[in-house]
């Protein structure tokens, strides 16, 4: 169960858009449509932001989105807001043992 | 109010065991699957068990087969973990997490606020 690869650190001024990537293998992200993200905040514990690659959950603004291509998937979040910096991570399910893995989650700093 | 409360975290010495509970509240809880999901300290989430929801499908993570045993009791809305032969590597904030499906989707829609655990002697 090896961890999904994101980028250590993204960053984007007020208003612009960001993408976080998550790449894993056809064992995970693109075998299956079970890929989702977490937001964290320092001290708080995770949120679901989007689920089923690009489900949103009831409450989750419109300004965040996610997709997928192979086995990358993707969380864009446009029109950047100071509350939006904060971790975030994705998971999938994984035929591996079989289960769920994590990435190694991304720290999204709004400049 | 839809709640998940975690317990049972503490100090342990390498070796010994500790039994973490999960009381669930404000949702049909023998609907959906469970999880727990640790992180260490300053580092990122890694999922370390589910159970469907009638206990019938079971996971864990590579790093604690055959040492963590997960369970539920429906009847009381609980979620456990049984962690035996703790290492130091187990040191970490553990949360319980509700999947959005029954038998685990693996979508985590709600978490309670964690159990510390710390491995040392």
């Known amino acids: 169960q090896s961890a999904l690869t994101q980028p250590a650190s993204v960053s984007g001024s007020p208003g612009q858009s960001i993408t976080i990537s998550c790449t894993g293998t056809s064992s995970d992200v693109g075998g299956y449509n079970y890929v989702s993200w977490y937001q964290q905040h320092p001290g708080k514990a995770p949120k679901l932001m989007i689920y089923?690659?690009?489900n949103r959950p009831s409450g989750v603004p419109d300004r965040f989105s996610g997709s997928k291509s192979g086995n990358t998937a993707s969380l864009t979040i446009s029109g950047l807001q100071a509350e939006d910096e904060a971790d975030y991570y994705c998971s999938s399910y994984t035929s591996s043992s079989p289960g769920v893995v994590f990435g190694g989650g991304t720290k999204l700093t709004v400049l | 109010e839809v709640q998940l409360v975690e317990s049972g975290g503490g100090l342990v010495q390498p070796g010994r065991s500790l039994r973490l509970s999960c009381a669930a509240s404000?949702?049909?809880?023998?609907?959906?699957?469970m999880h727990w999901v640790r992180q260490a300290p300053g580092k990122g989430l890694e999922w370390v068990s589910g159970?469907?929801?009638?206990?019938?499908?079971?996971g864990y993570a590579d790093s604690v087969k055959g040492r963590f045993t997960i369970s539920r009791d429906n009847a009381k809305n609980s979620l456990y973990l049984q962690m035996n032969s703790l290492r130091a590597e187990d040191t970490a904030l553990y949360y319980c997490a509700k999947d959005k499906y029954s038998s685990g989707g693996s979508a985590f829609d709600i978490w309670g606020q964690g159990t510390m655990v710390t491995v040392s002697s």
């Open positions: 089923e690659v690009s």
């Open positions: 404000g949702f049909t809880f023998d609907d959906y699957a």
């Open positions: 159970i469907s929801w009638n206990s019938g499908s079971i």
